[in-house]
Structure formats: structure tokens, C-alpha cells
């Protein structure tokens, strides 16, 4: 007889056999179950309950798993672990009926069921048969993260809700994204609950009592071992880190604005929405004026700041002078750029010659009155060949007494909000008068400001760690995000996305600022700690209008994720499927 070879006899390894009748349980168990670990996983996000989520990530899906293994026909459990997740999908993603308009119920709805039928997918695997190996468990896992990890890519892509997410809500569990990422987090959260569920079923080699000791031991050593992980990075980083903070020091203000969206409000004629902008403009000159004075390294500014774009020549020149003199001081007049090209334009009539500016000569008289490099969101056109004219929803670094400006077109566009994909789509977007699209950016941007490089994104292109992780291998040293969560007010989107930009900040070993129209506006250090927040941090700062002046703690360090990215996780899971594969087929041979 062949040896067989030991990575072969350990994928092999099989527990005492059951079947789906013996494990079957009473009815009243089963609603039981289903009901517990729905609340557990459901809310089991930092952004909902915190705690829920760290026990969902060691035994809620197991709660779940366990009412399954009673069920003996595979559709019907595809139809309860669609049921299942898509209920917990419900909850999770509930911030989307804050949305004013209705088709977002369409849209919802879509995702629940789409989100439900993946998890359905893995609920046919969870069977008596399949818990007797401990490969059949990595497999299922492997599964599920390659499941998760394709939403990246229908339309636009969908980054929201993976389950890793319920691990991040302790510190020293976060940690453990800086080796594979989310993903590798939504990988270990089956695997962990899978354990527990072999455990509390199946029995080791040895007597009964000594083989429930071990499953437990591998189980609990599994759930703990993220936040030994993370304890140890941590302490590793610590002095390194609070040398860092003493050498180099970086202030920001940090603008939130609270404006509304423009495209709910009914403006009679043009000049009153013209008017509307020079009363937005007025607000954001009335909240940096309580810092003048103070030495500021940049100032941020967030997401589509005001309409008009960015070189639309729309106010009178000397209104905004007007304006700038009485908020700002007399003495900052002569500080205001040039009337050049880049931002002024004269119109000629029969009463006079007329100058106009456009939003970049506010950005840049800002800029060069407080001697701070500024980012800032704004839309922006070009002509492609002379002819078709393109949009972008743009963030740009104005730079003092400058006419360089860099710019960063967004790449990932929000579909029915800033690009209508199909024909039909773009006739019932009509009817709530959203006409036309943005262009799609094409790659990352890393913007040279004067104490450091940043990275920079625009509202939840902060959720996709692969676009990030492309500004860190650029050289970022500073990722900045320019958000505005106004169309979804008063929900739990604000936290959700806070929470997914805290990943990104572990994942790469690296420093993050938001700046929200609404949303949390903060800074978060390379280890997922808030360093500083506007307001609270839980959701309720969406109506604070305020700049807030920070210090930027600069700390870096490379990780895995860093120089791997999903690869890593992606390879271990197709590797996982791949030696399954073979171990079959050299046991289907001897």
C-alpha cells in the first residue's frame, strides 16, 4: 500500500460520524437558534453593538450552523441561509431607507437577497458529512472569502458588510487586518465558528472527555489568537510610535460643513442658487476664522464642497473680495491670487466690464491667506480631443501662492448617484432629476504637501483596501478622505463607513483624516485608534457645522497586507480548494 503523504492524511483527518436525523432538533430549538443568532450577528458591528460582534465572531454563525445541521434536504438549507443572511443584511444595511428617495427600497431589497443567496450557498455545505474533517472546514471557509471578495466586482462593486467586520470592534483584535485584510478577517470568522461547531458536536480520537478537551482548546486558541496577535503588534510599535509623535508634528483643520444637498432644495433661478454658494462660501470663511493666526500645515475640506464646479467663473469678483474683507480682515485682501485665467473672466456689457471668479479663487485665497496646503473637493471638466466634454468628482491640493494644482479624479463611482449604468436606469433617474454622470478616474494619486505625502479618496472609495493600498505603495504616508454622508442623514451610515476606514488604517500601517460635509470627521492613528473627533463618533455630529484644529500623530510601519495586499488570502483560499482537490483524488486512487 502507497504512504500517504502527511499534508494528505492531515486534510483527511475525520471525526465520528452523524447524520442529519440524530442531529436534528425540536422545533422550538430551532426558532430559538435562528432568532439568537440573528440578533447576535445582525447587530454584530462596532458600528451597532460592539460586543455583539466579537462574540458573533467566535459563535454566532455556529449558533446558526448548528439549527442547519438538522436539515437534510440542501435546498432547503440554501433557503434558510438565504432567509438568514438576508435578514442580518437588513438590519446592517437599514441606513439605506434614509435615503429621500424611493428607488433606494429597489436597491435594498436587491442586495438583501443577492447578500442572503451567497450565504446560501455556504449553508448547503454545512452538513454532518462535511464537519467530519477539519479540511472540509477550511474549505467552507475558503469558499465564503472568495464569495465575499467577488461583490468587488458587480457594477461598481460592493465593499460594505463583510463579516470580518464584527472582529474590529476591540482594538487588539484590528489588528490582525494588517496580515491579509478584511478578508482574511471574514476567513477566520468561519473558520473560528466552524471550530466551535466541530467541537460541540464531534468527537476527537481518544475518549469522549478528552476529545471535547482538545476541541475546545483549538477552538478557543483560534478565537483568542487575533487579539494576542494584536496585543503583541501593539506593544511592539509603541515606542517607535510615541518617538515619532515628538519628532514630527502635523496640524490640520479639519472643515465640516453640514451644508444640505443642493439637489433637494427648489432654487427659483439660477442667481438664487449663485446665492446659496456665496452663502456656503461665507460659512466656511466664518469657520476658519476662529483659527487665523495659528500655524496650520493644510486644511481639508470635504467631498463636492459647493456646485459649480471648479473654474466656472460665477461670482463677482468684488462681492467676494467684500466677503473675504469682512470675516477674514482687511489685511487678507492683498493676499488673494491674481485675476489671471486660472480664476477670473472678464464679461463685457453695456453697463461695463464685469469681473467674475470662480471657486478656485476662493480655495486659493484661502490657501494663500492661511499659508496652508488645502485639499478640497470639488467637480471638474476638461474636453477630451477637443470635443466630448467629461466630468470628474475631483479632490484637489491647492498649494500657496501657487498655480499648481494637483488633481485626483474619484474611481469608484456611486452607481444611480454619480453614474447611471443602464438605459432604463437613466430614464427613471430622470424622473428625480439626476441627469448625466461622472467619469471614472483611472488611478491612485499621491499629492505632494509640503510636511508629507498623502493619499487621497473621495467619500467610500475609503471601504476598498485594494484602491487604498495602491496610495500606500505610491508613498503615501498620510491617507486623506473627503466624505459626505448627507444623502443617507441621520442613519448608521456615518459609523459603518467610519469603521471601514478605520480597516484601511491597520491594514497599510498608516494615519487617516476624514472631512465630512455630514459623517464623522476625525483622525485615526496607524493602529485604528481616534486620536480626534468632531462631535461624537457614534452619529451624532451629522448637523455640526465646525473646523476643528488637529495634530496628526505621523507614525507608519509596513505590514503584509502592505506589500501583499488580498492576494494573500485569496492564494490561501484557492490553495485550500486546490490541495482539497487533490487530497480526494490521491484517496479516490489508493
Known amino acids: 500500500m502507497k504512504k500517504i503523504p502527511f499534508p494528505v492524511v492531515f486534510l483527511m483527518h475525520q471525526g465520528q460520524a452523524f447524520t442529519s436525523a440524530e442531529l436534528k432538533l425540536p422545533l422550538y430549538l430551532q426558532v430559538l437558534l435562528f432568532l439568537l443568532s440573528l440578533f447576535i450577528v445582525g447587530f454584530g458591528q462596532p458600528a451597532l453593538v460592539s460586543w455583539s460582534g466579537l462574540i458573533a465572531a467566535c459563535l454566532g454563525f455556529a449558533l446558526f450552523f448548528r439549527m442547519l445541521l438538522g436539515v437534510e434536504r440542501p435546498l432547503y438549507r440554501f433557503y434558510l441561509g438565504t432567509a438568514w443572511f438576508g435578514l442580518v443584511q437588513l438590519i446592517q444595511l437599514s441606513w439605506l431607507i434614509s435615503h429621500p428617495y424611493l428607488y433606494i427600497y429597489f436597491l435594498y431589497g436587491l442586495l438583501v437577497v443577492g447578500m442572503g443567496a451567497q450565504f446560501g450557498l455556504i449553508s448547503i455545505l454545512i452538513t454532518p458529512f462535511q464537519l467530519q474533517r477539519f479540511s472540509r472546514l477550511l474549505v467552507i471557509a475558503a469558499c465564503w472569502t472568495l464569495l465575499e471578495w467577488s461583490r468587488l466586482y458587480l457594477l461598481s462593486g460592493f465593499s460594505w458588510n463583510p463579516i470580518g467586520l464584527a472582529l474590529t470592534g476591540n482594538l487588539y483584535a484590528l489588528q490582525f487586518a494588517s496580515i491579509g485584510g478584511v478578508y482574511s478577517l471574514s476567513f477566520w470568522v468561519i473558520l473560528v465558528n466552524l471550530l466551535g461547531l466541530r467541537a460541540w458536536i464531534y468527537p476527537y480520537q481518544g475518549t469522549w472527555h478528552t476529545s471535547r478537551i482538545i476541541g475546545f482548546t483549538l477552538w478557543a486558541a483560534a478565537a483568542l489568537m487575533p487579539y494576542a496577535y494584536g496585543y503583541w503588534q501593539i506593544q511592539a510599535h509603541q515606542q517607535a510610535f510615541a518617538a515619532r509623535s515628538e519628532k514630527q508634528r502635523v496640524t490640520a483643520l479639519l472643515v465640516q460643513t453640514a451644508f444640505p444637498v443642493e439637489e433637494s432644495m427648489d432654487f427659483k433661478t439660477p442667481q438664487d442658487m449663485v446665492n446659496f454658494v456665496y452663502q456656503e462660501w461665507s460659512q466656511v470663511l466664518h469657520l476658519l476664522s476662529k483659527h487665523k493666526g495659528k500655524p496650520v500645515d493644510m486644511i481639508i475640506m470635504p467631498e463636492y464642497i459647493v456646485p459649480f464646479g471648479t473654474y466656472f467663473p460665477v461670482f463677482r469678483h468684488d462681492a467676494v473680495v467684500k466677503i473675504f474683507k469682512e470675516i477674514l480682515g482687511e489685511d487678507t485682501v492683498e493676499k488673494l491670487p491674481p485675476l489671471n485665467h486660472h480664476f477670473s473672466y472678464t464679461v463685457n456689457s453695456d453697463k461695463g466690464a464685469t469681473v467674475m471668479v470662480n471657486n478656485a479663487f476662493w480655495v486659493q485665497g484661502i490657501t494663500d491667506i492661511f499659508d496652508a ?218
Not at 428625480?432 to 499621491?446: M, P, R
Not at 507608519?556 to 494573500?568: K, M, R, W
Open 373 to 590: 496646503d488645502v485639499i478640497v473637493g470639488l467637480e471638474d471638466s476638461e474636453k477630451l480631443n477637443g470635443k466630448e466634454t467629461v466630468s470628474y468628482s475631483s479632490a484637489f491640493h491647492f498649494i500657496p501662492n501657487s498655480e499648481s494644482v494637483e488633481r485626483y479624479e474619484k474611481r469608484v463611482l456611486v452607481p444611480m448617484g454619480e453614474y447611471i449604468p443602464f438605459a432604463f436606469c437613466r430614464n427613471l433617474a430622470a424622473q428625480y432629476g439626476i441627469q448625466g454622470s461622472f467619469t471614472c478616474g483611472c488611478d491612485a494619486k499621491v499629492m505632494a504637501c509640503r510636511k508629507l505625502p498623502i493619499g487621497a479618496s473621495i467619500c467610500y472609495e475609503e471601504t476598498y483596501g485594494h484602491l487604498m493600498r495602491e496610495n500606500r505603495l505610491q508613498g503615501a504616508e498620510l491617507l486623506v478622505n473627503l466624505t459626505n454622508d448627507g444623502w443617507f442623514p441621520h442613519s448608521t451610515l456615518s459609523s459603518q463607513h467610519l469603521e471601514h476606514a478605520r480597516l484601511r488604517t491597520v491594514e497599510m500601517g498608516i494615519p487617516l483624516v476624514r472631512a465630512c460635509n455630514t459623517g464623522t470627521t476625525c483622525v485615526i492613528d496607524a493602529f485604528g485608534r481616534t486620536v480626534s473627533v468632531l462631535g461624537d463618533e457614534h452619529g451624532e455630529n451629522d448637523d455640526l457645522a465646525e473646523a476643528m484644529l488637529v495634530t496628526i500623530p505621523t507614525y507608519t510601519y509596513e505590514t503584509l497586507y502592505t506589500h501583499y495586499g488580498d492576494f494573500l488570502i485569496l492564494c490561501l483560499s484557492v490553495s485550500i480548494l486546490f490541495l482539497f482537490a487533490v487530497a480526494k483524488f490521491a484517496a479516490k486512487i489508493m
